[in-house]
């Protein structure tokens, strides 16, 4: 069942970890520093088991400025926040920046608590709460309950275990299904067990015996034990702070920040679509392209920032922008995400990806920033099967499998068959290798067959005397290029809607044939006369050439390949051709010949044929061409089948 995280945020020293030693009676401090200095540097865990029976899972961030990097690591996944402040000082620089750090990841509830009430007299704690209210005047814990408690006597501890119990209690609990995520934010190797993940599990789940593979890395193995809260389970879901137990890897291959997933189910790019929110509290306007620090679940990648629709922004305005990332990352949609500056490092925005594999988009034009204003307007707009067209029709002529749509949606198995089922029977989406499910828009398949229609027409255009165009040389021609299995369903499209006709390896448009002129109609008939004539020594494509100098090469050409195409003539190859029945007869008499003697060689088959190895050698290899024979060091047998 999926449980709920519960994430402490507030400013240093003020009173986080005492909070979770008295709520649980968990030490969250485990480093000698943290404990001789008295503040939280890492990640801290612990959790309390409510009387409506969930087990509330519970992480301690960090408060001092220098370690916001890790407290942004510990909001990853977090359900629920228990912002701390303490009465004695109120309002403070971290407690500005966790807040907003908060809603730029999206928590949206929680509960406020004021730390060492003992430390003040009630006049200045109503002062303080007052003032704490109108902080959040507008914000997800604008009506939050505020709630003072003294952690040392346990003051206040039970109405904070009351208030958890009543929110958890009220949740909508449903098993977790899909593929499981999980953002690493320890990793480590312990004796006799080998290497050790945690995190909390964002989504999905996953059990004992399987798979996980490490983005963007790409690096998998095998899950050899679970734990959750130090209890050995079988299966694991959404909403645990989890540590897994791995074989097949080391700990130096795996990096604080990488996210464990399922096989599949995620992309790496260095490119990342976004709505992005400048905070009013940023000290400068945000300029385009400017490097900062984007932190994506536990991982901190630098960047650099493309606005999308203007040169700079300012503070508290709302745009979207493209991330350009030094390192891949691997995300879905709809994941959250901090920005902070470069130098000095302080956070400045934030938001929510849009695609997490995009095409790099450009803004130099004003018809370039148009582009992607309609883009982002109709991304916007769209309902969940319009966003899976979009995202389709940018993939453009390359198309997208069905695997590859849903690691870029984060959208699975029967849910996303479901949303796939209208767009396809109506055509919106055309499905173009079943195999593999991969599928094009149908607004990009017409824009290829069109194409495909225009170089067939210019193509017979230009060569009349010629049958239809080969398809692998259509498929060379095409711009942009178009994977194979891709053309041969765009053709078959064509073919049953009766526009185009493929004769062998041979596309032409429908209705096209080839109609001679008078003067080569007759070079035709006396080209076919002399190959008629020479049988089995004709004269190669030089002295045809020559022996029909008065017509353009071109077309003596044409003609020939005409002939080949009729089926008068067969090509050996480009220089030299046959009189069709000639070889007809002289393969029947090699096939007569092997059976009888079991092999022939050259010299054997020069004396059958009679031919010199001018003739003799290229009709051999044609014949282990077309499959009637094989060679076996000198010799050639008859090919089985």
Known sequence: MREIILGTAGHVDHGKTSLIRALTGIETDRLKEEKERGITIELGFAY?????????????????????????????GMDLV???????EGIMPQTVEHFEICQLLGVRDGLVVLTKKDMVE??????VTEEVRDFFTGSFLENAPIVPVNSVNGEGIDE??????????????QEEFGPFRMAVDRVFSMKGFGTVITGTSLSGRIETGAELTFYPGGLTAKIRGIQVHGQDVGLVEAGHRTAINLQGIEKEQINRGDMAATPGSLIAS?????????????RNELKNRTQVRVHLGTREIVGRILLLESDTLTPGETTRIQLILQEPAAVWPGDHYVIRSYSPITTIGGGTILNNGPKKRKR???RDREVNRAHFAALAAADSEQKLLLLVEECGSKGITADQLAARTGVFSKKLKKQLQHPISTGAL???????????AASVAMGIQRQIVDLLTNFHRANPLKTGLPKEELRSQLRPAVEQKILQALLAGLVRKGVIEQVGAEIKVSGHTVTLEVNEQEMEQKISELYRLAGLTPPNLKEVLAAFSEFPEKQIRQVIDLLAAKGALIKINESLSFHAPAIQTLQEEVVA?????????APRFKELSGLTRKFSIPLLEYFDKIKLTIRIDDKRVLRKG
């Not at 260095?270 to 400048?278: I, M």
Request: hydrophobic share 50%; glycine share 6%.
């Open 430 to 440: 055309m499905v173009v290798d079943s195999e593999s499910q991969r599928m094009l």
């Open 364 to 366: 130099t034009l004003e």
């Open 270 to 282: 260095t490119l990342l679509d976004a709505e992005f929110h400048c905070l009013r509290s940023a």
């Open 48 to 76: 309390l088991d409510l009387p409506c029976g969930h087990r509330l899972g519970i992480v301690d961030v960090p408060g001092h400025e220098k370690f916001i990097r890790n407290m942004v690591a510990g909001t990853a």
């Open 82 to 88: 228990a912002f701390v402040i303490a009465a004695d």
């Open 122 to 127: 009630q006049e200045w704690l109503d002062m």
């Open 593 to 601: 010949f092997i059976r009888h003697e079991g092999e022939i060689d």
């Open 160 to 173: 904070i275990v009351r208030l958890l119990d009543a929110k958890v209690a009220a949740i909508n609990f």
